[in-house]
């Protein structure tokens, strides 16, 4: 069956610049979109940043915008989110997850999520 493990979260100050990682199996990856989404307490999830199959095309939420890097590596099956300038308002669970279409995307498969906690 389809997995997708995140890691790579945990308790980061301001302005520190955390990698989270996904780990997908089960699926061809390189036909699928990789998205993150995130979901602070007491809020709606929220999509984060999303990348093509091919690692051609990608976009962002604009409260991430210049702070946060999507990329992919087709032959490791893997999807990071780089972040960079860590705000408090970054604090949420990021949510890993896989769409077989672009546009528009139908999220079929989710991680389990992994905690970043921003403190200043």
């Known amino acids: 069956q389809v997995q997708l493990v995140e890691s790579g979260g945990g308790s980061v100050q301001v302005g520190g610049s955390p990698r989270l990682s996904c780990a997908a199996s089960?699926?061809?990856?390189?036909?699928?979109?990789m998205g993150w989404f995130r979901q602070a307490p007491g809020k709606e999830r929220e999509f984060v940043a999303a990348?093509?199959?091919?690692?051609?095309?990608?976009v962002y939420a604009d409260s991430v915008k210049g702070r946060f890097t999507i990329s992919r590596d087709n032959a490791k099956k893997t999807v990071l989110l780089r972040m960079n300038s860590l705000k408090p308002e970054d604090t949420a669970v990021y949510f890993c997850?896989?769409?077989?279409?672009?546009?528009?995307?139908?999220?079929?498969?989710w991680g389990q999520g992994t905690q970043v906690t921003v403190s200043s």
């Open positions: 089960g699926l061809t990856f390189s036909v699928y979109t």
């Open positions: 997850a896989a769409s077989r279409s672009w546009s528009p995307p139908n999220w079929s498969y």
């Open positions: 990348i093509y199959g091919s690692g051609g095309g990608t």
